[in-house]
C-alpha cells in the first residue's frame, strides 16, 4: 500500500520530498495544497511540476476518506461516519458555538479501556489511527462543509494518550502556521487517565487543555466505572495532574458524567470538593448518556443542578455540560467503530 502523505509533519516532508531528489521549498508548496487548498488529487497541486507530481503518485496517496454517512441533529451537530480505506470505519463529530466550529476526532478504531459507560469500549479493538488519518477528519468534514474549523478536541473514540505519538504528531501538523494554523490553545486532549502519558504531555510544554475523565472521587466507584482506575489510581492521577499544572501552568478540566444513584449525590459532590480543593481546575458535569445494554443512566436535572453549585460554593468552578447530539447517538460516549460493510453507503439526514 501507498504511504500517507498527511502522516508526515513539514519538516519530515521536506525530507521526503528531498529523497525524491526535489528542492525542500516544494514540500512547502505540497503542504499548502494539502492542508489551506484541502485538495483531493495531486494533480490539483498546479504549481508543481508533472513529473513530480508523477513521483508522488507513485508513491504516496492522499487517504482521502469517503463519507459512509452523515447524520444531522436537530441542534445542528453532525456526526460523521468515515470509511477510513482498509474496512473499518470511525466517526467524528462537528459542533458549532458562538466563537466557530469544533470538530470531535477519533484517535482509535475500537478503544481498549473498557469504560463501562461508553459505547466506544463495546467493539473489538481494531488499532491506532495514524497522525493523517487523524488530521484527514478534519479536512474532510471542512472539505464537505466548505467551513474553516477552529477547535479540535480528543473526544471520540479511543484513548489519545495510548496513542500518544501520532496524537502529538498529529498536533504538531494541525499547528503549523503554513498549513492548518490551529493553535494549541484550541485543541483538548481527553483522557481516562494513563498517568505515565499525563508526565509525558506535562514535560512537551505544549499549550493544549488537558481533560481528565474522573467521573467519581472514590477509587471504589471509579474503578467499577473504569477498569483503568485499577492500574492508576485517584491519588497517582492527582498527583501527575498536579506536575501537569505546575509545569504547564494550564487549567485542568475534569470530566464528570453523572449516573443516576451511582455517583450524583451529595456525598460524592463532597468527596469531590475534597479532592480538588485548591487545584487549578474546571469541572464539566454531563448528563451522563445511556448506552445500549450500559447499566447507568442520567441523573435527574435536580441532581445535577444540586450537584454543580455544591462545587461552586466550595469555590470549585463548575459547569454542567450542553448535551449536543444525543438524538443521532453523537453526544459524550456514543462514538462507536463500525466496519464499512454493515454500512449502507448514503447520506442521511434527520
Ligand atoms: N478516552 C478518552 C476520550 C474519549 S471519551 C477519555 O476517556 O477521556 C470523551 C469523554 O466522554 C470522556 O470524558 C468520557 O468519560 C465521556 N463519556 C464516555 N461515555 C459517556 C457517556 N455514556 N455519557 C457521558 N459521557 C461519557
Redesign the pocket.
Known sequence: MKKNIKDYNLDELKQVIQDLGEKPYRAEQIFKWIYIENVTSFDEMTNISIDLRNKLKENFDLHVFKILQKQVSKDGTKKYLFDVLDGNAIESVLMEYKHGFTICVSSQIG?K?G?K????TGVKFARSLSSGEIVEQLLAIQRDENIKISNLV???I???LDNYDNVMNAIKILNNPKGINMGARHISI???GLVPKIYKLADENMQCTL?I?L?SASNKKRSQMMPVNDVYNIQELMKACRYYIQKTNKRISF?Y?LAKENNDNLDDAKELAKLLKGMLCHVNL?P??K?EN?KYSKSTNENIIKFRDYLNEKGIVATIRRELGSDIDA????LRKKEVEKCEPTQEQI
Open positions: 478503544c479501556m469504560c459507560f461508553c459505547a466506544s480528543f473526544m471520540g479511543g484513548e489519545p481527553s483522557t481516562s481533560s475523565s467521573h470530566e458524567a454531563i451522563i448518556n448506552i450500559g453526544a459524550c460516549g456514543q
